[in-house]
């Protein structure tokens, strides 16, 4: 578990002012979220080209295509606003 000293040197630099409940509290939420990152570390590693265990990952890849937005939804937009000036919508000075 996390100690008490490293609790209130974490407060301070967050600048937090805790009180003795919010410091126990934060003693055990604390060592929950190490204790979590402590699992994470033990799972196995999936590596391309690499296989550390009987398991094989494949990936698959899909070709880039280039998706032509219709230029129709700008324009019918432009042209419904109520003031235009060549492809852009006039507004009024906020200043």
Not at 24 to 42: H, V
Not at 55 to 65: A, S, V
Not at 68 to 95: M, W
């Amino acid at each position: 578990m996390i100690s008490k000293e490293e609790v209130l040197g974490i407060a301070k630099l967050a600048r937090l002012e805790l009180s003795e409940k919010e410091v126990e509290k934060m003693q055990k939420d604390l060592s929950s979220i190490l204790d979590y990152f402590n699992l994470l570390k033990k799972a196995p590693k999936f590596t391309k080209g690499k296989q550390e265990d009987k398991t094989q990952i494949e990936t698959t890849t899909r070709e880039d295509k280039i998706i032509e937005k219709p230029a129709s939804l700008a324009n019918n937009l432009v042209q419904s606003a109520p003031d235009t000036q060549e492809r852009y919508i006039k507004v009024k000075n906020i200043f």
